[in-house]
């Protein structure tokens, strides 16, 4: 497991608890410091198992789920995980604290794809649009714990 | 994350390097103030941003060149994104960027 900083044994704990599934092939652990410096990410792109993703696409994955946890969601730290089950990997995200309810708003008018309104007139933010064209699926669990992306390969 | 100005006459051109991020958010706000700056007082009609030196960009930076676009449009200015590389490009495809932007390989 990579760790970025340093995190609460009570959030260290959740988060281990969170990385309890089979078929795992990666995964990291972030601070809020480190989620606002930029070399995590590319720290991750380094120690990412090749061929399960375009290292392009998992950049765009990392920088969009760790702006929306910094910027929309306050996280003070940050669970990441990977794993692969058939045909599908899993990447996921466990906030502490979870995610505000907006998130869904925002998924819902991710998926109408309303890419065309958004890059002419900035109404709402391009993240997750983009992310949308990259995965199959974006899903929260119902307490906001947790945005998984879903890649079918 | 450095950016360089040169101006030629009227022309403005930018050269951004590096990885672009929300980490940058400042650097962003700041290249948005200076360039539609210029573009305001009329003193600069055409902008060009030199991407050959950036490795990768988020939305974020989608979000600071869109806005910078719309102001320049706005002063009936041309716009022109060169030399993106390949991931750039897929990004600037997924948005469709080439139907508001000029984007010269």
Known sequence: MQKFG????????????????????YTAMMDREALWTPQTIEKILENFPKGYIEEGDLF??????????VLHGQAEALGFHARERHDVVLFSFFQIPPMKP??????TIAREG?????????????????????????????NLTKLQLWLRR | MPFKFKREKTELAVYVSGVLTFHQHKEGEQLVHQITSLVDTGEVTA???????VLRMDSHWLGVLIRIL?????KNAVFIIEKPNKDICRLFDIVELNRIAEIRP
């Open chain 2, 47 to 53: 902008v060009r941003i030199n991407f050959s030196e």
């Open chain 2, 70 to 74: 719309r102001r320049v449009k706005e």
């Open chain 1, 6 to 25: 340093v995190i609460k044994p009570a959030e260290e704990n959740m988060i281990r608890e969170s990385f309890a599934h089979p078929d795992l092939f």
């Open chain 1, 102 to 107: 907006s998130i869904k708003t925002v998924l």
């Open chain 1, 114 to 142: 309303r890419l065309r309104e958004c890059s002419e007139d900035l109404s709402s933010g391009l993240g997750f649009p983009i992310l949308m064209h990259l995965v199959h699926r974006i899903t929260t669990n119902n």
């Open chain 1, 60 to 69: 765009l994955l990392l920088a969009e789920c760790i702006a929306n946890s």
